[in-house]
Structures are given as structure tokens and as C-alpha cells.
């Protein structure tokens, strides 16, 4: 099987994300939080898993992509990143990159309990699956 490149395993990542966070929140929370439709969880999703899988794949500052707001601007930045294989080579600061993480879901109105819980868990889920990509 053929490693995704970064892009295509961010993608891939997207919908589990928002799953994950939605069933976390529950529907009626993630109704009231403004959360449903119009692309405003894709756009979150991305906000988080951007970051975290390029932490992993490349040594570049997180925080570049820490404010985007728009999906569409959050592919435009990962430029050439986004064609690279998704294969773990880095190992970054876990600690910091959750902690960044988890602030970037409280700006955007996620409750501070369900940031703690849905980051460390998709930092090791990604972090898993790009070690198992081969290069």
C-alpha cells in the first residue's frame, strides 16, 4: 500500500477528528457551540490536525499555522509539506504541542475538558499511524 501524502492523511484524519469531537460534545452542545454546518468543523479540525501532523513530518514552527481560520488557507500553507510523505521523522514536544493544541480548541469555544481529552488522543493516534507509513 502506497504512503498518503501529508495532505491525503490530514484529509483522511478530518472526518475521524470531527466524529470524535462531535460524539465528545454531543449533538445538541456542538449545536449551541455554532459548530454544525457550513464547514465551521471541517475548519477546526484542520486547525488541529494541520499542526500536529507536520510536527511529526517536518521540523517547522507550529505556530505558522496556529491562525489560520479557513480550511482553504490551512491547505494554501502546508504548500509543498502537503506532497511530502506522511512518515513520522521528528519526534516534537508532546507536552507543548497538546498544550498548543488545546488552546487553539478553547479560542475557538471548545469547553476546556473536551480540548483535554480529544488532543493527547489524536496526538497519539496520529502519531501511531505516521510510524507505520513507510517512506
Same mark, same amino acid.
Given at each position: 500500500?502506497?504512503?498518503?501524502?501529508?495532505?491525503?492523511?490530514?484529509?483522511?484524519?478530518?472526518?475521524?477528528?470531527?466524529?470524535?469531537?462531535?460524539a465528545?460534545?454531543?449533538?445538541?452542545? %456542538?449545536? #449551541?457551540?455554532?459548530?454544525?454546518?457550513?464547514?465551521?468543523? @471541517?475548519? +477546526?479540525?484542520?486547525? !488541529?490536525?494541520?499542526? &500536529?501532523?507536520?510536527?511529526?513530518?517536518?521540523?517547522?514552527?507550529?505556530?505558522?499555522?496556529?491562525?489560520?481560520?479557513?480550511?482553504?488557507?490551512?491547505?494554501?500553507?502546508?504548500?509543498?509539506?502537503?506532497?511530502?510523505?506522511?512518515?513520522?521523522?521528528?519526534?516534537?514536544?508532546k507536552? %507543548?504541542? #497538546?498544550?498548543?493544541?488545546?488552546?487553539?480548541?478553547?479560542? @475557538?469555544? +471548545?469547553?476546556?475538558? !473536551?480540548?483535554?481529552? &480529544?488532543?493527547?488522543?489524536?496526538?497519539?493516534?496520529?502519531?501511531?499511524?505516521?510510524?507505520?507509513?513507510?517512506?
Amino acid at each position: 500500500m502506497k504512503t498518503p501524502s501529508v495532505a491525503d492523511f490530514i484529509q483522511e484524519e478530518t472526518g475521524q477528528f470531527q466524529n470524535e469531537l462531535t460524539a465528545d460534545l454531543g449533538p445538541q452542545r %456542538a449545536q #449551541a457551540l455554532g459548530l454544525v454546518g457550513g464547514g465551521v468543523l @471541517e475548519a +477546526i479540525a484542520l486547525k !488541529v490536525l494541520v499542526p &500536529i501532523v507536520v510536527a511529526f513530518v517536518k521540523d517547522v514552527a507550529v505556530d505558522a499555522y496556529k491562525e489560520w481560520k479557513t480550511s482553504k488557507g490551512l491547505h494554501a500553507a502546508l504548500g509543498p509539506i502537503g506532497s511530502e510523505p506522511a512518515v513520522a521523522k521528528i519526534t516534537p514536544d508532546k507536552k %507543548a504541542l #497538546a498544550a498548543a493544541m488545546e488552546e487553539s480548541l478553547k479560542a @475557538e469555544g +471548545i469547553p476546556a475538558g !473536551v480540548a483535554e481529552r &480529544i488532543i493527547p488522543t489524536t496526538i497519539e493516534r496520529i502519531e501511531r499511524k505516521l510510524k507505520e507509513n513507510k517512506d
